[in-house]
């Protein structure tokens, strides 16, 4: 038996412990905001935060996150209005919409280390997410905008 | 647990839809008006009528279902003023579940805010066509949707008169309220400070008869609220920001199974023999069960294969690793992309199938002073939208319930009503938001196997999730293709003949026996159509016979017909000495619409659905883009090494595009794109946001496209399997800024067109006429490789 915080809640798991965060997110908890896109660790559309820094949710296994603080999504700010969420809307970041989780999970890890990340450091952060329907011009800025936020 | 059906259903746990609906309209008090108001709208102009707009025809009438504009079928208002509009095409990142809603809200006079939008599921009958490809939405929508408000707000009107006991042109709808204008002292109306919400009236306005087109008035576009300004953000926007909006693979249903399919590598293959033992001993795999393959020409029926059914997602994919699978391969396995390139390159070197002749090809090819030929190719593609294809199904009672994420929701549902044998009442089909579509999800293939699943498991609800490996060696491709391109130039340098070849597996073959030829919609897209003002002109299409499943890619044909004709465009240019944008305009030649007759075109020239008479090839629209996309670019502008600017320009989808590429080439070759600027022509535009959206995203796909996305198959096998080896551009290397210029609509004539295909087709000629402009390489097949070789 495992027990993990998710959310800032206490959720215990006696599943397999090898299974990946993103199908414990979604399948057991119901939290659909992290997406499935590759599986294998290269669209970062299932990013969640582990201890507040992004990982790939389909590389994780549950065990891995045993005893520690995992962020979805849903429980990125209590209100849905992380500077990184209102950036998103102001800017009218997404077309379909379905990178984009992933896309904010990523950008609020590097906001949280880094409040002030150059262009470059923006570029290397987010070129692991993929947005078919090409919003990076808008990522870009939205990630910029929110840096004053954070 | 969020579920669809809460998200769909109000606070009251009403069914969606029909049912908020019926409750508002169908069971108010004056029952018998109701019978005229299922009725939908005829679309056409009154001669001469006093109110009558400017209705034009166009192509919705030919699809399916044409068009509904019934304010019944598509606008609810309740008590309290909440009005709810009804979404019938399908949200797949263009921004339609937006931009319609909001052409009735402002119409009506609704305050946006006060406004909500709802899918309907698909029911082409009730709400005309729903077929959400080809860059229609908006151009065979708005018309229906201007008149569903301009209905409705008569009707709010009509309802305030009855109310106040004066005459309908003392009331004026007006943000959410009617007013009630008085007589002034000049005969003026103006505004007395009576006024009754949209809620008041709503019980009224929706027994009132439909109102004929001739009594209906379009708002003058001064008065527009939304339209036009850009400031509407789209319906979703929120819940996708928090993780809240509902994708194909988030409904879930009590009891549901978790579903993944092995299919046959090769398209028409089949299960020799499997083995489950191991599969079946993973935890949580509760089944395993073969389905029935495949038999060409088989339009979106699913390829069979071996189904792995579990209790959760996990369980399933780690079962389905464990299958032992013999397959017999069939026919395709002779599949080979390198040799069946060299096969297109040298079907495109012969005389081919003649689909347009205008003049005397031939002698002007006998008599050239010289004849210059280039040679263009390029890969399937898979359509690879962020969210693969997944569905879920459940049947009970004989009543087959589909959730998915699909362009066409009813052809889904027929193509189900048809695969299980069951009439289409008894099937329905109910969309989700698209995590992208791109022509991929017009296939409906992966809801098929859902409720095949489903009957299987006795009408359990199952969910079959397709993995990106699935997406990617499934696909419905976008055609491989060879172009070829000769003229015929005289002494002076002069073009006098022109003679273009296709070769490339058709769309056709997916629903009809092969003939290796193309058909008229493949030829309609950038082959038959060529603008140029040139005496002689020859278009012939070389056989190619399809080996996998070939299907509709945003913007289709247009993408390799674009890149062919632009670049030879620019090659001549640089034969010539001259500038690529004056060969160009030289080349498209003075202002006129082109004569389909005096063109040698075909007679039954596909024009993307639309009357030719009124969505005509004007080619003064097509230069005029050319010359501010080079305007705002500052084409001619001096350039550092290794840098350069490309041109092109294409009509698609009736819209007309031209892109300046600038193209910087770093040390080590890498080919990066510091900015774009295209100008596109769309006619008369609703949402310039979502245009320039549209306009940026196009730029990305069409870099990823010429750079760095294609599918290729060794003996009849999709070689790539996952992002690692189909890439697509990332932020590591993508159009760094893209400059939308949209053209203001010059003419009542410039009717709204396509949107969100036709940015894609000017990039890769423009891409590779800058490498050209920097470096003296040029590159004639996509993709192109992200680095130069040395
Ligand atoms: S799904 Fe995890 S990186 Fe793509
Ligand atoms: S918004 Fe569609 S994939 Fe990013």
Redesign the pocket.
Known sequence: MLTISVNGKEIKFDGDPNT?L?WFVRDELGLTGT?????????????VHLDGTAV????TAVSEAAGKKVTTIEGLSADGNHPVQQAWRDLNVPQCGFCQA?QMMQAASLLAKNRAPTDAEIVDEMT?N?CRCGCYERIHAAVRAAAGGV | MLHYFEKQSGPAGNPPVRAILENVSRRSFIGGVLKTSGVALALQIVPGAANAYEAYPTGAAGMPHGVVSDPHVFVAIDKDGQVTIVAHRSEMGTGARTSLPMVVADEMEADWQRVRVIQAPGDEPRYGNQDTDGSRSVRHFIQPMRECGAAMRFMLEAAAAVHWGVDRSLCKASNHEVIQLSKGPDGKLIETDKKIGYGALATIAMAMAVPRPDQITFKDPSQFRYMGKGKTQIVDLHDITVGKAIYGADVHLPGMKYAVIARPPVVGGKVKKFDATETKKVPGVEAVHEMAGWAAPAKFAPLGGVAVIANSTYAALQGREKLAIEWEDGPNAVYNSPAYRDAMIAAAAKPGKVIRSQGDADAAFANAAEVFAADYTQQHVAQASMEPPVALARIVDGKIEVWAPVQSPYGTREDIAKTMGVPIENVTVHVTLLGGGFGRKSKCDFAIEAVQLSKTLGGKPVRVQWT?EDDLQHAFYHTTSAERIEVALDKAGKVTGWRHRTVAPSILSTFAEDSGYQFKIEYGMGFVDMPFDIPNIRCENGQAFAHTRIGWFRSVSNIPRAFAVQSFVAELAHKLGRDPKDMLLEMIGPDRVIDIKTAGMPEDFWNYGEPYPEFPIDTARLKNVVNVAADKAGWGKKLPDRQGLGIAVHRSFVTYVASVVHVAIDDDGTIRVPEVTTAIDCGFYINPERIRSQVEGAAVMGMSTAMYSGITFKDGRAEQSN?GDFSVARMGNFPQKVNVHIIEPTSPTHHATGVGEPGVPPFAPALCNAIFAATGKRLRSLPTGEKLEA
Do not use: N, S, W
Not at chain 1, 56 to 59: K, Y
């Open positions: 990946p993103l997406k499935y896109g590759c599986g294998v660790g290269l669209c970062g559309a299932c990013t790939r949710g389909c590389q992933g692991g993929i | 990106r992002f």
